[in-house]
């Protein structure tokens, strides 16, 4: 009996720092998914784009019974993690989030230090 090992569950972790032009979010490019890779550069980062409703998302996700960590810092940085099934409903709201202020790929830029 052949059993193929399971593969885990897809992750995605963002980390949202706000900019004076709006805000930059970073994730690993290897977590991204197709869906999201037009609107980060390859270096995994997104920029400009508009600040991000944390409320909308609680709302959202309350909706949907989807649990997704939400770390916010004293300094404006937030950082959210999904699992699993999870990472799909923070992909959607992410994904309407970016298309609603950002059209095109970001330019190649330095990430930020």
């Known amino acids: 009996m052949n059993e193929r090992p399971s593969s885990p569950p897809p992750r995605l972790s963002l980390l949202v720092s706000p900019s004076a032009e709006g805000a930059r979010i970073y994730a690993p490019p290897a977590q991204l998914p197709r869906s999201l890779r037009p609107f980060f550069n390859r270096h995994g980062e997104a920029f400009p784009v508009p600040l991000l409703d944390l409320d909308d998302l609680r709302e959202v996700l309350g909706r949907r019974n989807a649990r997704v960590e939400v770390q916010e810092s004293p300094r404006g940085t937030v950082t ?31 990430p930020a230090r």
């Open 80 to 110: 959210l993690r999904a699992q699993g099934s999870e990472v799909v409903h923070l992909v959607r709201w992410l994904g309407t989030a970016l298309q609603s202020g950002l059209r095109s790929a970001p330019e190649e830029t330095e």
